[in-house]
Nanobody, 123 residues
C-alpha cells in the first residue's frame, strides 16, 4: 500500500513563507492524485490543494488560492505545498493525501493519508 511522508513543517513568523514536501513510497495507477489538507485544533480537516500527474488539477480551496501553490516534484512520487504570506490562522497540522484524481482528493473520496506535519505561525 502506498505510504505518504510529509516534511518541512515548523515555527515561522507572520508574513513568512514555508514549503512542505510530500513523498509517496510508490506511484500507483490507482493513486496518481496528490494533495494537501490541514486541521487546526478543534476544527474539521480542510482541503487546500491537489494535483495529479498526467491528469487533472491543480485544484485549490478558495481560502488559500493566491497564497498557497501546489507544485509537482522532480518525479511522480513528490509534491510540494508552497505557502506564502503565512498568517496565525494558518497554524495547523498539514496532511498529504493520495487519491484517484485531483478531484477525488478535493472531495476527500477514498484517500490514503500521511501522518501530518505541524505548522505554527506566531510572532
Amino acid at each position: 500500500q502506498i505510504q505518504l511522508v510529509e516534511s518541512g513543517g515548523g515555527l515561522v513568523q507572520p508574513g513568512d513563507s514555508l514549503r512542505l514536501s510530500c513523498t509517496a513510497s510508490e506511484v500507483t495507477r490507482s493513486r496518481p492524485g496528490l494533495g494537501w489538507f490541514r486541521q487546526a485544533t478543534g476544527k474539521a480537516r480542510e482541503f487546500l490543494a491537489a494535483i495529479a500527474w498526467h491528469g487533472d488539477g491543480p485544484e485549490y480551496a478558495g481560502s488559500v488560492k493566491g497564497r498557497f501553490t501546489i507544485l509537482r516534484g522532480y518525479d511522480e512520487n513528490t509534491v510540494f505545498l508552497q505557502m506564502d504570506n503565512l498568517r496565525p490562522d494558518d497554524t495547523a497540522v498539514y496532511y498529504c493525501a493520495a487519491g484517484a484524481t485531483a478531484g477525488a482528493v478535493k472531495q476527500n473520496r477514498n484517500l490514503t493519508w500521511g501522518r501530518g506535519t505541524q505548522v505554527t505561525v506566531s510572532s
